[in-house]
């Protein structure tokens, strides 16, 4: 079975303070995708980040930055510099093939609060 | 583009009432998903139409239930609602051929749900 374990429930950073986000997954397949997603107040998960299990190359973009990593099942996420504006809470997902579709896992979500 | 659209955004029922959510995907967009949020039990999969037909299907009773048009929008009811029903609901879609590929899926804003 999958599982994607966020072992951080709640993280309170002083703004402009580095933090990081860990997600852990389980898979036996091959072929998987993982993502990152926001979700300010408002409710809506926002789309961060996709990658293939194939690709390990670390991602950054702007404030945000991306280590995946296979050895250890691992695809953590760091922003850097944290703003008040980045207080949500993150979902890691893990998409794995079911025969005809993709099965969906979401781990339980970090909530991260920025203090100004 | 425009995103994933849900209505009605907030809404209050009582006990023993049904719902309806709508939910009109990405253009082009023929996966929609149903997921349930609530503060214990984090976010979880109801089920998920591709092509008007079911794919796969969540481990809620079958109070709930969804069904997809030929437009791809889709709607999801409860009936008989219980004050556990009281959560998020948030309905999600994407881009797919019928074939898995790790597709990512986009969030509406969800609906809010109250049941009294």
């Known amino acids: 079975a999958q599982k994607v374990t966020q072992a951080q429930t709640e993280i309170s950073v002083v703004e402009k303070e580095d933090v990081t986000l860990d997600c852990v997954y389980e898979t036996r397949d091959t072929t998987y995708y993982l993502f990152w997603y926001k979700q300010p107040p408002s409710g809506e998960l926002v789309f961060l980040i996709r990658r293939n299990s194939f690709d390990e190359q670390n991602e950054i973009s702007g404030r945000y930055s991306w280590n995946f990593q296979k050895s250890t099942s691992s695809f953590n996420f760091t922003i850097t510099a944290s703003q008040v504006v980045d207080s949500a809470v993150y979902f890691c997902?893990?998409?794995?093939?079911?025969?005809?579709?993709?099965?969906?896992?979401f781990g339980p979500g970090t909530s991260l609060s920025v203090i100004p | 583009k425009a995103g994933v659209t849900q209505t009605p955004r907030y809404l209050i029922k009582t006990r023993g009432q049904q719902v309806t959510l709508s939910c009109s995907p990405i253009?082009?967009?023929?996966?929609v998903s149903w997921y349930q949020q609530t503060p214990g039990q984090g976010l979880q999969f109801l089920f998920e139409?591709?092509?008007?037909?079911?794919?796969n299907k969540g481990n809620f009773p079958g109070r709930f239930s969804g069904r997809q048009f030929s437009n791809s929008r889709s709607e999801m009811n409860v009936s008989t609602l219980e004050l556990g029903d009281s959560a998020l609901y948030l309905c999600?879609?994407?881009?797919?051929?019928?074939?898995?590929?790790?597709?990512?899926?986009?969030f509406g804003e969800g609906s809010w749900l109250t049941v009294v």
């Open positions: 139409y591709f092509s008007e037909t079911q794919r």
């Open positions: 253009s082009g967009h023929r996966s």
């Open positions: 999600a879609s994407s881009w797919s051929s019928g074939t898995p590929a790790g597709n990512t899926i986009y």
């Open positions: 997902a893990l998409s794995v093939r079911v025969t005809s579709y993709d099965k969906v896992i």
